[in-house]
């Protein structure tokens, strides 16, 4: 954002009908403005009809051979109830062939199916629905099942131990992009129900059980919520070493405006911590078990990449004066540097960017215009994500016109 912009996104950020009409009219004014749709110095391989989802995931196999995905038919609606897209992996010369092993009706944009590898294996896990319920299924490389689950995953730790799960109905009802479009709860009428909340999964014994309630989080250290107030989960995500977990309470008021807190904790629930924000947090990474890295906003401070020391409230700003806007970050194995993106600005130009922390150095890796039929709910974040050998990044782009799965081996 230029110097203007942000003054008249801090002056609407929290009005968001207001917001999200000022945002439509000002990139369809500036759409006629002709820009190339990839600009970069790297070569992008370009795989039309596929996606993988968010930015929290590795889709490649331990040994890098592998690049999982979803292969999908319409890409400009939402999914319908009973709609199903397959689950797969490319393979062979430049990962260029696609091998279908599944399908799965419970899926979204943003977030797929929730599909990754199980901890290293070649045993991929994704989330589906039995006809009555969101479930897991775990399968081989060959699409054989090997597990079902009772509940479907939020977050996955990285010894493949444990799941996180919440419910993605709620998220249907208040954030649809994140949702799926099948199952029903009665729970999910409810703004703060006391039965259903956080749950985790042991994936050994197919065990569960709830952590915590979305009530009791909801009493936590009260925010600025009214009886009208929604409240959900979200964004789970596991510390490196699986022993914490981060997450997202937030709650949707009649006015439409979503305010969200961040905490950490156990995996039992115990030693729980909130992080002080001022209601607006949106994406995080952890770095390593004490660390994460989070872009939100601070009263006074402004908004910022944010790296925070777990259970304190002593924070870094990073890359200040360079990043102005919200992004979808992910460190690199060195932990030293993270890949993130941005959302399309008034050329619609989404910018896909590494960044070193030590050195505070920002490269624009590339430039993608999104076209504007790829807006709200259906839109294409590009959720950058690292190789097992920090060289190549994958990401999804809608730039050609058509949604695609993307991979750059980076100089």
């Known amino acids: 954002m230029n110097t203007l912009e942000r003054y008249i996104y801090n002056k609407i950020r929290f009005s968001p009908r207001i917001k999200k009409t000022i945002v439509g009219l000002y990139q369809r004014l500036f759409s006629i403005v002709p820009i190339k749709k ?15 989802g968010f930015h929290d995931k590795c889709p490649w196999s331990l040994d890098n051979k592998f690049l999982l995905a979803h292969k999908y038919t319409n890409d400009l609606k939402m999914p319908t109830d009973g709609e199903k897209i ?23 944009w943003q977030m797929g199916s929730m599909l990754q590898w199980l901890a290293n294996t070649n045993n991929i896990i994704f989330n589906d629905y039995n006809g009555a319920n969101h479930i897991a299924k775990v399968i081989n490389i060959n699409g054989n099942l090997l597990e079902e689950y009772s509940k479907p995953i939020a977050a996955v730790s990285a010894n493949g131990k444990y799941a996180l799960s919440h419910s993605f109905i709620r998220l249907r009802k208040v954030a649809p992009a994140y949702g799926y479009a099948n199952s029903d709860d009665k729970s999910a009428s409810e703004n703060v ?25 909801a009493k936590f250290n009260e925010g600025k919520y009214t009886q009208e107030s929604y409240h959900y989960f979200t ?17 949707l008021e ?45 009263n006074n401070i402004g908004d910022h990449y944010y790296l925070l020391k777990d259970k304190t409230n002593n924070f870094k700003i990073i890359g ?45 890796l590339v430039i993608l215009k999104s076209p504007l039929p790829y807006t709200g709910d259906v839109r294409c974040d590009l959720h950058p994500r690292w190789d097992r050998t ?5 990401f999804d782009s809608s730039h050609t016109g058509k949604r695609a799965l993307c991979t750059v081996r980076l100089k």
């Open 38 to 52: 990839i600009q970069t110095d790297y070569n992008v391989i370009v795989r039309e009809g596929y996606f993988f």
């Open 86 to 108: 397959e689950i797969g992996y490319f393979t062979g010369k430049d990962q260029s062939e696609f091998q279908s092993i599944a399908v799965t009706s419970t899926w979204n």
């Open 193 to 217: 129900p006391k039965n259903d909340g956080i749950y985790l999964l042991n994936l050994k014994s197919n065990d569960s059980q709830l952590i915590f309630s979305i009530a009791d989080i």
């Open 235 to 251: 964004h789970c995500l596991f510390s490196p070493s699986g022993k914490r977990f981060a997450f997202y309470h937030r709650w």
């Open 254 to 298: 009649k006015n439409n405006q979503t305010w969200t807190r961040l905490f950490t904790c156990k995996l039992n629930g115990s030693d729980i911590f909130k992080f002080d924000f001022s209601g607006v947090v949106t994406h995080l990474a952890w770095q390593d078990d004490k660390h994460l890295l989070v872009y939100g906003y601070k």
């Open 320 to 364: 200040k004066n360079i990043f102005t806007s919200d992004g979808h970050p992910q460190f690199a194995p060195d932990r030293e540097n993270f890949i993130t993106d941005t959302y399309p600005d008034r050329l619609r130009r989404q910018y896909l960017i590494r960044y070193n922390i030590n050195s505070k150095k920002r490269d624009n």
């Open 390 to 394: 920090g060289k190549s990044v994958a």
